[in-house]
């Protein structure tokens, strides 16, 4: 089948990794990439991940300072419907191939700008490096989190039940040591291309209706912000009952267990009466029983659970000892518990379920021979997508290049509006019946685009969205509670599906068959319907198990490599992940690529991916051998400071500095500098001494700052640019998060409001759907139906999870 973006022409004049990735992934659903590069060469073109970024594009090398090269790329810029570039502020503008030149003479263009820290902000001009970004921002404090946990460190409050808990530092994760941690994901950079391709997408969208282009704007910084949006929350009354949890410490053990065979599984959350009794023999029991109520050995949510978990650590460590982890992962298969192994990265791009189900693929590199990397990470069921080829050699295809831009017509300028739109998914209705955050998330990026998105929530839900986690992904929505095994509840979604333009959800498929809310039924009822179905795994044996981040992380080697575990260190959890959150991404860009299609065909179709896949996507910055053999690549240290002494995290007397000096230039300077021992040059002097050297020697370096994230709600400038939010919430009073991490120039996001209420609209969505208030009273009384505030007739519903 052709790709959803198939005829779509994309300049690609971006290097370092998201810009390359937002590309790659154009170029996989069918869009014609063209790379353009310059004579100086790419200074990242030695990274691996090239290999994996850059396949499916045509390469061709113009020197835009130019006469001749400048006049063939405005001809390609005239004939282009997407660009992607990640030139620092200000260069386009001396190139002459800014947005503002390119729209001239092509109004239709998308033009995605990736920038290290936005144009128009104070540190607009700093070196863009992910270390770098990640220590300014406080993102590599966020790694393991902080003591007290999130909610409480971003309000200055201390945790009290650390002391009487007495956690034992071997039982938590990251390096045994102080301090922030440099991992091997590049989030920043995958934060900004998870961004960049939902604006783009959404820009797509918009262009159908509008037949306008407009800029998209995102950067590192922003990335970044993407990343911590689990944990960089600011409120009023962080004390709220029921809203904070144990969940986010660094002092709170996180699940992960040593086997007998000296490999990591990672059972989230933990699960004391299944790996107690299962382990009880000398034969591991796949089929304890777990039917007990109110379970005593279950853990709760809230942060006096520290105290219950030092109590099982050493007993869960101990039982987990007694098998080897593969036999752990098949008796977590059989029993439906969320339990992975830790695994390396090179085993995830073999496994041949992944292999089976495309997301990973092996292509034929002419430099490297057939290697394994990411596949195709969301389908359509109109465009499977294609990886098209492997990355060209520079400049392979500059003749060919330059010769269609001769043919091409001299560009003519044209008048085009400036003036902003409406939100670009005005006017579409989403229907939300996802669960906790990779599926609702993915619809609170539809609803921050203009979708009005109902949230189909059970009676007794109010338990989870008063959490703190619920809260990161659910703003914007209404909110009507059902009984969808009442038949007058399940009468009524059908009607709101009538009025639907999208249905998303990440419940267990074979779930949706037996309430015939399945693509298979409804499509035949509603040809128009965008049906989305995200999973946490690929389709295949393991796609009916539970999944979330953690155990995506897991297959895709993120836990590994971040923790170093090849090197000695033990796996880790990164608390800025972007596996649910990834997830919710690729949803949100494989609907709006539907949206965009049905504007053509009038049909809809069905959209699906998976927690998995965007974890995947988060580990492409590596490739295998396809018998799993591994190819160069740096690799991190034990103690999780850096990939090499020129790319590291360095302790000086009173805080930590991050040094990228990349490049001969920089790395002579920082040689020069600091002579033999880099560790006594820093560890002599005081951070501001150390960064001041750095900075007269020409070695960019950053602090990384514990602090920064205290700061983030203080800016005016990111409050003005919607980078950050603010409202009022009835638990937590006032809520500051974070905002859109991308900008659309002509049809800029919303933010529709704060998180949602269980049951808030119910009556209000009933209302207009024809129901009077009589019969709502009828409906709640039924309890297929629940309001808030209750109705006077509601039934008391209590959670299964309580």
């Given at each position: 089948?052709?790709g959803v973006l198939d005829g779509l022409k994309v ?112 540190d607009q001009d700093r070196k863009g490096y992910d ?672």
């Open positions: 089948m052709s300049l690609d004049l971006s290097w370092g990794i998201a810009g390359p990735m937002t590309a790659m992934l154009l170029a996989d659903h069918g869009a014609q990439v063209t790379r353009i590069e310059r004579p100086e060469g790419d200074p990242f073109a030695h990274m691996l991940g090239y290999k994996v970024w850059n396949r499916g594009k045509r390469n061709a090398v113009l020197n835009l300072k130019d006469a001749g090269d400048h006049a063939l790329f405005l001809k390609l810029a005239a004939d282009a419907d997407v660009l992607v570039e990640s030139f620092a502020p200000g260069v386009t503008e001396r190139l002459g191939i800014d947005f503002e030149t390119l729209t001239a003479i092509n109004p239709r263009l998308i033009y995605c700008s990736i920038s290290a820290y936005g144009e128009g902000t104070p270390a770098l970004v990640a220590a300014r921002v406080g993102l590599q404090f966020e790694q393991r989190g902080h003591a007290e946990g999130a909610v409480w460190h971003m309000t200055g409050r201390e945790n009290p039940f650390i002391e009487a808990a007495d956690i034992q530092p071997e039982w938590l994760q990251g390096a045994d040591r102080e301090g922030p941690l440099f991992v091997a994901s590049p989030w920043p950079s995958l934060g900004a291309f998870f961004s960049a391709s939902t604006g783009i997408a959404a820009a797509l969208f918009a262009r159908e209706k509008t037949g306008r282009g407009q800029r998209v704007r995102t950067s590192l910084q922003q990335g970044a912000m993407a990343c911590a949006s689990g944990v960089w929350q600011r409120m009023e009354e962080p004390d709220a009952p029921g809203f904070n949890t144990w969940i986010l410490s660094s002092k709170s053990p996180k699940g992960h267990f040593k086997c007998k065979d000296g490999r990591w599984v990672h059972n989230w959350v933990p699960n004391p009466r299944f790996i107690l009794g299962a382990s009880a023999g000398d034969t591991l029991n796949a089929s304890p029983d777990l039917t007990v109520q109110n379970d005593p050995d279950r853990f709760g949510i809230g942060p006096e659970e520290l105290l219950v978990m030092a109590h099982y650590q050493p007993i869960l460590q101990d039982a987990i000892a007694k098998f080897s982890a593969a036999e752990w992962v098949e008796a977590a298969r059989i029993a439906e518990m969320t339990m992975q192994e830790c695994r390396p990265l090179e085993e995830s791009l073999i496994d041949p379920y992944l292999i089976d189900d495309r997301c990973v693929t092996t292509v034929d590199d002419p430099e490297l021979g057939p290697i394994n990397q990411v596949g195709i990470t969301y389908r359509l069921s109109n465009s499977q997508g294609k990886v098209q080829g492997p990355a060209r050699a520079r400049g392979a295809d500059t003749d060919a290049v330059k010769a269609e831009a001769a043919r091409l017509p001299d560009p003519v300028k044209a008048s085009a509006s400036t003036t902003p739109g409406d939100a670009p998914l005005k006017g579409i209705r989403v229907l939300d019946l996802g669960l906790a955050i990779a599926g609702p998330f993915g619809c609170q990026l539809l609803a921050d685009l203009g979708a009005e998105v109902i949230k189909i929530n059970a009676l007794w839900d109010t338990y989870w969205h008063k959490n703190h986690i619920a809260y990161v992904a659910n703003r914007g929505k209404s909110s009507i509670a059902l009984m969808l095994k009442h038949p007058k509840a399940m009468a009524i979604l059908k009607q709101l599906i009538v009025t639907a333009d999208v249905v998303q959800h990440n419940m267990r498929y074979d779930a949706v068959e037996r309430l015939g809310l399945d693509y298979e039924t409804l499509s035949k009822e509603f040809p128009r319907l965008v049906y989305c179905h995200t999973r946490g795994f690929e389709k295949g044996p393991r796609m009916g198990l539970p999944g979330n981040d953690q155990t995506g992380a897991c297959l895709a080697g993120i836990q590994h490599e971040d923790g170093a575990v090849a090197q000695g260190g033990k796996p880790i959890w990164a608390l800025t992940s972007l596996g649910d959150t990834g997830n919710g991404f690729l949803s949100a860009i494989g609907i709006m690529n539907a949206l965009m299609e049905r504007e053509k065909t009038g049909k809809g179709q069905f959209v699906d991916t998976s927690i998995v896949n965007a974890c995947l996507l988060n580990t492409s910055y590596a490739a295998a051998r396809p018998d799993g053999g591994a190819l160069p690549r740096p690799r991190l240290d034990k103690d999780q400071t850096g990939f090499s002494a020129h790319y590291r995290l360095y302790e000086a007397q009173d805080a930590w500095v991050q040094v990228a000096a990349v490049g001969d230039a920089a790395q002579a300077a920082f040689d020069g500098l600091v002579g033999r021992d880099p560790a006594a040059f820093f560890a002599s002097r005081s951070a501001a001494d150390a960064l001041a050297a750095l900075a007269q020697a020409g070695v960019p370096a950053e602090l990384s700052d514990e602090t920064a994230s205290l700061r983030l709600f203080d800016s005016d400038l990111l409050k003005q640019r919607r980078w950050t939010v603010e409202y009022h919430d009835p638990a937590v009073g006032k809520l500051e998060q974070v905002g859109l991490t991308y900008e659309l120039s002509g049809t800029p996001g919303v933010i529709q409001g704060p998180p949602l209420i269980v049951g808030k609209d119910t009556a209000a969505i009933l209302a207009g759907l024809g129901y009077d208030e009589a019969a709502i009273d009828e409906l709640a009384g039924e309890g297929a139906i629940a309001c808030d505030p209750p109705r006077a007739t509601q039934q008391q519903m209590r959670s299964p999870w309580q």
